[in-house]
């Protein structure tokens, strides 16, 4: 992404010249956060990216050499996020390399693709919900100007965890992780979703999550970005037992695994793991699942069919106590 970005940065500059800040009267720097599974280094086989993009302050750009063209810096940075985006997204004859996503920034797709860090700042402090302090644990600097982009993960950090944690939170988190259940999964699939499917990935994510929300103003180790550091650090604080950190990390590899093979074997995002028949034969093979003692595919069910109900069963319990 560095190199995307030098090159689109280059262009841009080579035509309006260099954006400098009103406030103090440097170059005006940009940054690049990921969050999602960019943020935690989760991807998946053909995982999206999930990243927001921000700039030091408004200001206008120099003109360049061949045009005294100016422009502002929003449109300056504007223009560099979009050929950013297109660099990394864009469909060609050869493919793209990742879709991308830019959906979790202020206001979502109704927002300003960027803002400078000021704005950021107030719409945490002023509207940022509950979902997107949840959204905002996985921030991580992705490319960019160091000094910008740090400043503005300290800013969510403050706004992930030094915001109080109500009671409410806990029923107000539950109550959207059983709407994703209703909407994303269809109803014959409610048992075989791997990622939003009861006792699937993103039961194991909102365990995590909420329990972070609730704890990481206390223990700042715990503002892991990682899903299976997390958990680490979780059990280390006597937040959750060994039982259930084996059950968690265990069932997140597990879960994991077997969507990243469908992925690879299906070339699409795909996360319904077959119930039966020759299609589920060949997963648990791929998997490295024997016929020794019976069919391949019946041990995986069996193993999936055990591993979603002991997270559910983990999920309901922590949920139940905080």
């Not at 504007?78 to 390399?97: D, H, P």
Request: charged share 30%; proline share 2%.
């Amino acid at each position: 992404m560095e190199f995307s970005l030098k090159l689109t940065e280059d262009e841009l500059i080579n035509r309006y010249g260099t954006p400098m800040d009103d406030g103090n009267g440097e170059m005006s720097q940009f940054a690049v956060i990921g969050l999602g599974k960019l943020g935690g280094r989760e991807l998946n086989f053909g995982s999206d990216l999930d990243i927001v993009f921000v700039y030091s302050d408004d200001g206008e750009t120099t003109g360049s050499r061949e045009s005294r063209e100016k422009i502002s810096n929003h449109i300056f940075f504007s223009k560099l996020c979009e050929k950013l985006i297109f660099a990394i997204g864009g469909v060609t004859r050869f493919g793209f390399a990742y879709r991308v996503d830019t959906r979790l920034r202020p206001d979502g797709e109704k927002g300003a693709l960027i803002l400078p860090i000021k704005g950021y700042e107030d719409y945490y402090q002023k509207r940022g919900e509950i979902w997107e302090r949840q959204a905002h644990i996985k921030a991580r600097l992705i490319a960019g100007g160091e000094k910008l982009g740090m400043s503005l993960i300290n800013i969510i950090r403050k706004f992930v965890y030094d915001t109080p944690f109500e009671q409410n939170m806990t029923e107000e988190i539950d109550r959207m992780r059983k709407r994703m259940e209703l909407e994303l999964v269809k109803g014959g699939e409610a048992k075989r979703n791997i990622k939003a499917g009861k006792g699937g990935i993103v039961d194991i994510e909102f365990i995590i999550q909420l329990l972070q929300l609730k704890n990481g103003g206390r223990f700042t180790e715990l503002r892991k970005t990682g899903s299976l550091e997390a958990l680490k650090i979780l059990y280390e604080r006597k937040l959750i037992t060994e039982e259930e950190h084996r059950i968690l990390s265990g069932g997140y590899i597990f879960l994991r695994r077997i969507e990243n093979r469908l992925r690879i074997d299906h070339d699409r995002p795909l996360a319904v793991i077959p119930e039966s028949g020759d299609e589920l034969s060949l997963l648990a093979k791929r998997l490295g699942y024997r016929e020794n003692g019976g069919s391949s595919g019946d041990k995986l069910y069996k193993d999936f069919e055990s591993c979603t109900e002991n997270v559910r069963g983990v999920y309901n319990r922590v949920f139940s106590e905080q």
